[in-house]
């Protein structure tokens, strides 16, 4: 399959996010390679990088995933110490950033267990400290939940009077990542930026927290913990989730009533009914035998996260993630790729018109914006660009200039 054939539709894919196939024919693969590049101009790998570590990867093989991503790791981290050893902080960080992009993606199909761990610890080592070399406005926060705490980094604006976007992200996210993904831009934009992990994201099923239904609950303790921290005002908050993280947004805006607008890439209305026909559609690839190692390790990280061990267990308990849309009057902007499933088409359009509230939008993206992928991976200025025109709006803020 050529880097641009289109991948084929069928009724058995719910979780289609690519509209066509950039550089692996496994999907899994696909997908996070397209992040892996949508990280690049936030300070992630650059092109050749990627593809060069994609080089070493063999197409549907976790293994060759992982070893390729952290052992480019280790190189970046190695030249980031020789730099800094010289003086060269700004380029130390630069590329501390960049050995940090790899050891996040290396865990993506490192699976449950050691290496994950290990892994993930390199990444949050890597990226503290490209914060601190890098002098960014970043400060590590902890909100208190159950028997652990939800971690977070909070950039402030050099603008104190700016608007806080509180961003969430999905099944496959860490907080650290979405800096990449989208916080950078909204930090330059003129915006302050909260990131944080819900219950089964980044680390946290290590520490047994997994997916919750009620994504309110602990949005609430965050937004108490920005507010007693840093001084976050109510009605000044925006809310963004992206992916399963589009799901957290809409439930919360369902609830919370200190945010002033909520965003959502895609948003989810009924995150059960996407598990449970992901679930029908892996049993049919395991009838078939055509799920691919890539695949099944990536399985295995969904049921950890959720903490479920069968397929019925993982989709009894996210069967009660549904949102409603008529509990929600706060301003709502929905971003939509175009080649997204036509689950997450369907979901999103219904959301959008089920809203009760009087302002909102809903953005669909086709293939010619080059931002028709799952969040705008392909295309992460655009996701940026949509959003933070909407928050200019609705705050009647003048766009920052370009620095």
Not at 130 to 136: D, G, K, Q, S
Not at 214 to 229: F, W
Request: proline share 5%.
């Amino acid at each position: 399959m050529s880097r641009t054939s289109p991948v084929p539709e069928t009724p058995d894919n719910p979780t289609r996010r690519l509209g066509m196939t950039y550089r692996f024919n496994d999907e899994h693969m696909d997908l996070f390679f397209m992040a892996a590049l949508g990280w690049g101009p936030a300070g992630g790998l650059d092109i050749g990088q990627a593809y060069y570590v994609a080089g070493q990867v063999i197409d549907g093989d976790p293994d060759s995933w992982v070893q390729a991503f952290s052992d480019y790791g280790d190189d970046l981290d190695r030249q980031a110490d020789a730099w800094l050893a010289k003086g060269w902080q700004r380029s130390a960080g630069e590329m501390r950033l960049k050995a940090f992009a790899c050891y996040r993606s290396a865990w993506q199909f490192a699976g449950p267990g050691k290496r994950f761990i290990e892994l993930y610890a390199q990444h949050q080592r890597a990226f503290a400290q490209a914060i601190n070399e890098l002098r960014l406005p970043g400060s590590r926060f902890e909100t208190p939940w159950k028997h652990t705490h939800l971690p977070g980094h909070y950039f402030a604006n050099a603008d104190a009077d700016a608007p806080v976007v509180l961003v969430i992200g999905g099944a496959d996210t860490c907080h650290e990542d979405l800096f990449l993904s989208v916080g950078r831009n909204l930090l330059e934009r003129g915006y302050s930026v909260a990131l944080v992990d819900l219950p089964g994201q980044g680390d946290l099923q290590a520490q047994d927290l997994y997916w919750e239904a009620e994504a309110e609950k602990p949005v609430a303790c965050v937004i108490d913990q920005l507010m007693s921290q840093f001084g976050v005002r109510p009605g000044r908050i925006a809310l963004l989730g992206l992916s399963l993280g589009g799901y957290f947004a809409c439930r919360v805006a369902g609830y919370e009533t200190r945010l002033a607008t909520v965003m959502a890439s895609t948003p989810l209305r009924d995150a059960g009914e996407l598990f449970a026909r992901s679930v029908q559609a892996a049993t049919a690839q395991h009838t078939a035998a055509t799920i691919s190692a890539a695949a099944m390790r990536n399985h295995e990280t969904t049921f950890w996260k959720a903490g479920a061990r069968t397929p019925q267990e993982l989709m009894e308990r996210t069967s009660t993630m549904q949102a409603d849309p008529s509990r929600v009057t706060v301003p709502f902007l929905s971003l939509l790729g175009g080649a997204e499933s036509d689950l997450f088409a369907d979901q999103a359009r219904a959301w959008h018109a089920g809203l009760s509230s009087p302002r909102k939008s809903l953005v669909e993206l086709p293939a010619d914006t080059g931002a028709d992928g799952h969040c705008q991976v392909n295309n992460r200025l655009r996701l940026a660009q949509e959003c933070c025109g909407w928050l200019d709006d609705l705050f009647a803020r003048t766009p920052v200039a370009a620095k």
